[in-house]
Every structure is written in structure tokens, then in C-alpha cells.
């Protein structure tokens, strides 16, 4: 008896082992591309944190290693104007990771650093991008300076050439565009004292001929010359403003010669050379180069000596005693620990002296031909060259 085609199940095994095998290869596709996902997923995650890694190494950077004069010579931005500066770097010993920086200033005070980290695959492929930005503040020593000369221990004066000068005046051959801040305005006197101690200075007779200062020569017995005033600098201190990572050390042999501005092979200011501590000069003569080259210098030795015919500008601190031996030009700053001793001619200090004199059995002694001058020009500039950036609050902000 034959059998009716709609009963008969012949072929069907074929069907559902075509069927079984959709199925399953739906689930093997499946499981690929939720696995694929995956992958990409977690590469897109390890890559934008390699980004992100790359920015915060940027804001790293710039806080570490550009100096006062990049972030000072910005002008304050305005819109349509060129008022940024940007750098390129890699973060090290990361291959494919790269960072730029770009500093606005906003104010005279602070300035927004941002930094876009890049994660590079071959052939310079943009795998993943982050920004973050810091508001930055330069952070600068202050220094309470009252004087041309500020002394604790008595001065004892040895020669008949002497000057010392506390009115205001800016260094020889300057001109009012290397004085922003503290350049003599006119019916604005900044003039102070010639010399200001905690005790007698031992300048009288003969000596206060060649000792000038508003409204008088010299103070003595001035309570407020302490040894604080020699360890204490607002944010700084004697021993954190040392410790900075841009100040030249002196720890050779003294007395120390050929101390004068250096160039590099690019005709730039080299401020990598020990003793190049830029240049006081102006015109003919001088490197121009190394004339905003401010640095902080450190004398750590028992006796720091400068010998004859060097020159420089910034912040010179010295631990013990100092000796000038003629010839010796600076522009800003001079703090000593010990005693300080000038002899020989033609030294010439432009700014401001404090001397501890932490040996009180020997007196200071300023003798030869120098001349030591006030200048609030030479100080500001000082100041503003050991300026360091600190971040304005804890943490950056990330930019979407």
C-alpha cells in the first residue's frame, strides 16, 4: 500500500543537521564577536589610559622643567593673538606615547597649561587622545631687603674708595625695557638706606663719606635684622631654595674663574655650563643672549672665591664665608651665611648684600675699590629668575 507524501520523513535527518549546524555556527559567530568586542574594548581601555598617562606625564614636564623666563616671557593672552607656546615630547622609555604642551598666560600671575596625550600605533595611527590642564602660579623667593648692605655683624671698612649707595638706580647701561618692575618712576622713590645692622656697623668718620642712603646713611641696632631675615623668603626658605632643581652648585675648589655667559653651537644662551651665570652687561661687549638668564647660585663650601674679572646676574647664596678679590661684577642678589670679604678694585655689586656674619669674632670687611649700589630693577629680576611654577589647586582637570 503506498505511502502518503505528507507522512513521509524521509530526508529529515539532512534538514536538521543543516539546521543544527546554522545554529550552532550562529553561537560559534556569536561567541566571536561578543569576544571580539571584547578585545577591542580592552584595547581601547589600555590604550586611553596610556593616553591619559601621556598627558599627565606632559603637565609633568612643563612643571618640572621649563624655568621662570619661559613662562615670563609669555605675554598675557588675547584672543586673535599669538600669546602660546607649545611643546612636543615622549614620555620615556614608552614607545607610542607621546605628549604636547601649550602655556597661556591668563594674568601677570597665572597660566593654564594643557597637555594632549597621544597613544601612537605603526605608521603614527591616532589609537586614543586625552587633555588635561593646570592652572599654574609662579612661586617666587621674597626677600626682605631694606638696604644696600644688610648686616648682622659690625662692617669693617678698609678702603678709601669705597661706595655704598641704598638709592634706587638700575644697573649701568640698562635700559628701562630690562626693568618692567622696579625701574625708577619719577616722583616714586624707592631709595632706602645705605646700610642697615642688627648691631654697630662700624662705619663712621672718614667711612659715611662714601656711604649714601634715604632718609639717612645707615641704621644700627635695627631690631628687625634677625637671623631670619637671611633663612626666611615668604614661600622659601635658605634651605628649600637651594635644593631647587635649577640652581648651579659651586662644590670645586675655589677661587673660581672664568665665571661669564657661555653660548652653545645654535648661538642660544648655554645654561647648562657651571659657570655661566648670565650677563650684567649691556652693549657693546656683552652677550645678549644670557642677558634674561637669571640664575640662583649656591656656594657650599667653607669659603666660596670668586678671582678677578668674572661676572654675573641672579641670586648668589653662599653657606660660608665669601671672598672678592677684584674685578667681580653682579647684578641682583648676594646672601652669605658667613662673612663676606672684598678687596682688590674694581668690584662692583648692583642690587643688594646681606651678610650674616655667623663667625661674631671677625667683622665683615668691604674694603678696596668696589662699589656696592642699590637696585630694586636688579632684585625684581633676580627674584622672578628663582621663581618656580606650583600648581594653583591639587590636581588637573581633564578636557573633553
Known amino acids: 500500500m503506498p505511502v502518503s507524501r505528507l507522512r513521509d520523513e524521509?530526508?529529515?535527518?539532512?534538514?536538521?543537521?543543516?539546521?543544527?549546524?546554522?545554529v550552532m555556527g550562529a553561537l560559534v559567530a556569536g561567541s566571536f564577536f561578543v569576544s571580539r568586542v571584547e578585545q577591542v574594548s580592552g584595547y581601547n581601555t589600555v590604550w586611553a589610559t596610556e593616553a591619559s598617562e601621556s598627558a599627565e606625564a606632559g603637565i609633568a614636564w612643563a612643571m618640572s622643567n621649563l624655568e621662570a623666563d619661559d613662562y615670563g616671557a609669555l605675554p598675557v593672552y588675547e584672543p586673535g593673538a599669538p600669546g602660546e607656546i607649545e611643546f612636543t615630547g615622549t614620555v620615556q622609555n614608552m614607545a607610542g606615547r607621546v605628549w604636547t604642551d601649550s602655556i597661556r598666560r591668563l594674568n601677570n600671575e597665572l597660566f593654564l597649561v594643557r597637555s594632549t596625550g597621544q597613544r601612537l600605533a605603526g605608521g603614527n595611527r591616532v589609537m586614543a587622545t586625552h587633555t588635561v590642564a593646570q592652572l599654574v602660579r609662579l612661586v617666587r623667593p621674597t626677600f626682605s631687603v631694606n638696604a644696600a648692605i644688610t648686616v648682622q655683624d659690625p662692617i669693617q671698612f678698609n678702603g678709601n674708595a669705597l661706595d655704598v649707595s641704598g638709592y634706587n638706580a638700575k644697573p649701568e647701561g640698562w635700559a628701562e625695557a630690562d626693568c618692567p618692575v622696579g625701574y625708577p618712576a619719577p616722583g616714586n622713590s624707592d631709595d632706602l638706606v645705605g646700610i642697615r645692622s642688627s648691631g654697630e656697623t662700624g662705619a663712621s668718620g672718614a667711612d659715611l663719606k662714601h656711604v649714601a642712603?634715604?632718609?639717612?646713611?645707615?641704621?644700627?641696632?635695627?631690631?628687625t635684622v634677625t637671623s631670619a631675615t637671611?633663612?626666611?623668603?615668604?614661600?622659601?626658605?635658605f634651605n628649600n631654595l637651594t635644593s631647587q632643581p635649577n640652581v648651579k652648585t659651586l662644590d670645586l675648589v675655589t677661587p673660581y674663574n672664568g665665571v661669564q655667559p657661555v653660548l652653545d653651537g645654535a648661538g642660544a644662551c648655554d645654561k647648562t655650563q657651571p659657570l655661566n651665570f648670565g650677563e650684567p652687561w649691556r652693549g657693546v661687549g656683552s652677550v645678549a643672549a644670557c642677558q634674561t638668564f637669571y640664575p640662583t647660585v649656591h656656594g657650599t663650601g667653607a669659603e666660596t672665591q670668586f678671582a678677578a674679572g668674572n661676572r654675573g646676574q641672579g641670586i648668589l647664596l653662599v653657606e660660608?664665608?665669601?671672598?672678592?678679590?677684584?674685578?667681580?661684577?653682579?647684578?641682583?642678589?648676594?646672601?652669605?651665611?658667613?662673612?663676606?670679604?672684598?678687596?682688590?678694585?674694581?668690584?662692583?655689586?648692583?642690587?643688594?648684600?646681606?651678610?650674616?656674619?655667623?663667625?661674631?669674632?671677625?667683622?665683615?670687611?668691604?674694603g678696596g675699590n668696589a662699589e656696592i649700589n642699590y637696585s630694586r630693577c636688579a632684585i625684581e629680576n633676580a627674584m622672578n629668575g628663582a621663581a618656580v611654577p606650583a600648581p594653583v589647586s591639587r590636581g588637573w582637570s581633564q578636557i573633553y
Open 10 to 22: 524521509r530526508g529529515m535527518a539532512l534538514v536538521m543537521a543543516v539546521l543544527a549546524l546554522v
Open 213 to 223: 642712603g634715604f632718609p639717612t646713611k645707615q641704621v644700627t641696632y635695627d631690631p
Open 230 to 237: 637671611f633663612q626666611n623668603f615668604l614661600d622659601f626658605t
Open 320 to 366: 660660608g664665608d665669601l671672598v672678592l678679590v677684584g674685578g667681580f661684577e653682579w647684578a641682583g642678589l648676594i646672601l652669605v651665611r658667613g662673612q663676606m670679604k672684598i678687596t682688590g678694585t674694581g668690584n662692583k655689586i648692583t642690587g643688594a648684600v646681606l651678610t650674616e656674619g655667623v663667625n661674631i669674632d671677625e667683622a665683615g670687611t668691604i
